[in-house]
């Protein structure tokens, strides 16, 4: 890919794996003033978005940005037709300046999935800003053992070329970041490699030595190469689930500026390298290899239930279905509105109720929150203004938290919904609320109230 600062007569192209994706510009020929321009966008976190202009957005920009989706391709789900699956979306929460109005830190829903992102901004005159989890986490600080680093930023790759591409397309907080990097201290980069089963050796490149490990074994020291080179070869046993990749290295030793790449070789052909790519931020929720258990037959008829029976087990104390459902405008909104089950098979209604963990639509991701004081909340993460969260349990109860206070956010692979639904409620009222959902909106006994 390659991208271009129009407007100043500057040309910084970066030719990136098509993995590594993540920042995307986007920008069409100004009309009138020069609206600023999107250089870059990136998730910075689970819960945060940045936006890097070329110039100052104003405070009513960034304010229409609260309460916007952004969107995101949701896997197609068993038992349903792919062309019904919608985009999923997180909702930005709040939105705030900061680098004079050049960047734009964006509040939002937790990233429930590694794929890609795009959100719309036809108001500031360009095509949508579009990111994917992909990068590194880089922390500096002094490297002096208990400290805390200075800061932690997104980067784009491993590759300390790319860092600075993105500085000089006019990225003010890479920009600043990269500058520290001249002073004394030490930089710590993480990620999460995505490999095909097989036998690899990573190799990390710098002009100062470098350290690294994988899946927080010891770390190895590099070597220096004949051509005065530092070089650290790491021999990774992929089993296809990612792998998680710490470098250090020293900052300001003086002389050239810090340099730094990684290349991948596999043992098959060790003189064949290629430039490390498919990587994830450290924090980045990473699927775990798909379970397909062959869903259990259910054990009884599913036909036959009365749909206005059904209704009134959908809406009772003992199902509490409703706490979490809406259906025509009645219920909770917790999880999804089941309006629209009618012409699904009985089925794959029944599966999804039995075992709802099964398949989780990312929309409804659960997280597993650890707070700094060891609480722990689980369920569904959702943002509260600039500072807060909300998590909704398997009980339909909410707990308030504030961001500055978690100290950890992690996918759980169980769904709010309870699972055993159907032991408590028997084979009759399991028919009969079959019977409701599957029936049409409009011919529903109780119809919209
Ligand atoms: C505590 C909240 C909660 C309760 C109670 C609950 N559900 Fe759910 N349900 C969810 C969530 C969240 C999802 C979406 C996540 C997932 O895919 O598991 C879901 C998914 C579903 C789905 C899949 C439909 C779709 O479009 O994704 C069905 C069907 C369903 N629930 C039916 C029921 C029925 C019937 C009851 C009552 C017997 C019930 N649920 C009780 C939270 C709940």
Known sequence: MSFESRGRGVVARAVWPLATICVLFAVEPARGADPPRLVAAWAAGPMEVRLAWDGPVDEAFAGRLVGRSITFAKPSRPGWDASKTPRGAIKIAASRRADGGRTLVLATDPHPTATSYLLRLDD????????????VEASWGSGVEGDEPSWTAWWPSLDLKDWRALAARGS??????????????????????????????????SNVPVEASINGEDALKSSAT???????????????????????????????????????ATRAEPKSERALSDLLVPWSPTPAAPVVAPA???AFDLNGGDAARGEAVFFSEQARCAACHQVSGRGGAIGPD?????GRDLASIYREINDPSAFIDPEYQPFVVA???GRVAVGLVRAAGSDGLRVVDTASQTTELRRGDVAELRPSASSIMPAGLI????????RDLLAYLSTPPQSKSGGKR
Do not use: C, F
Not at 188 to 198: C, D, E, H
Not at 423 to 430: F, I, S, T
């Open 423 to 430: 032991g408590v409620l028997g084979e009759q009222k399991m």
């Open 296 to 298: 259990a037959a259910p």
């Open 172 to 205: 003010t907080e890479h920009a600043a970041r990269l500058a520290d990097l001249s002073k004394p201290g030490r930089l710590s980069i993480r990620t999460l490699l995505r490999l095909p089963q097989g036998t690899y050796a990573a190799r990390l490149w």
């Open 226 to 264: 004949p051509r005065g080179e530092y070089r650290v070869e790491l021999a990774v046993e992929s089993s296809g689930d990612v792998i998680d990749l710490l470098a250090t290295l020293p900052t300001g030793l003086g002389g050239a500026p810090t340099a730094l790449r990684a290349t991948l």
């Open 371 to 373: 707070n700094k004081d």
């Open 338 to 342: 089941l309006s629209n089950q009618a």
């Open 124 to 135: 500031a005159g360009g095509m949508p800003a579009e990111y994917s989890l992909g990068g």
